[in-house]
């Protein structure tokens, strides 16, 4: 399901249009990603978590040339759904 898919379902439910709900749905996006990136953890309860970890620098091998090469440490970012979520899915 895309994006405007989602914006489509959310609008016939809540009787907004399309257009505010893609709207609503690309600042909510944002919000997530400005506070995961800046270290906070979001919280829907009975969805998930979203948030981020650190990865550290590690060697790693180019695979066509068998070379080693040194990965740089970064942060990635992490959806762990919840309980609810799980058993509704199982």
């Known amino acids: 399901m895309t ?6 379902k959310v ?3 809540t009787g907004r249009t399309v257009t505010e709900t893609t709207s609503a749905i690309d600042h909510m996006t944002n919000i997530i990603m400005e506070a995961v990136s800046s270290g ?5 309860a009975g969805f998930g978590v979203f948030d981020m970890t650190a990865v550290g620098a590690r060697m790693g091998r180019n695979p066509s040339t068998g ?3 040194m990965i740089e440490a970064k942060n ?3 959806f762990r759904a919840s309980k609810e979520f799980k058993s509704f899915v199982n």
Do not use: I, L
């Not at 906070?40 to 829907?44: A, Q």
């Open 3 to 8: 994006k405007s898919e989602v914006a489509r």
């Open 11 to 13: 609008a016939a439910v």
């Open 40 to 44: 906070e953890k979001v919280t829907f």
């Open 67 to 69: 070379e080693s090469v």
């Open 76 to 78: 990635r970012p992490r």
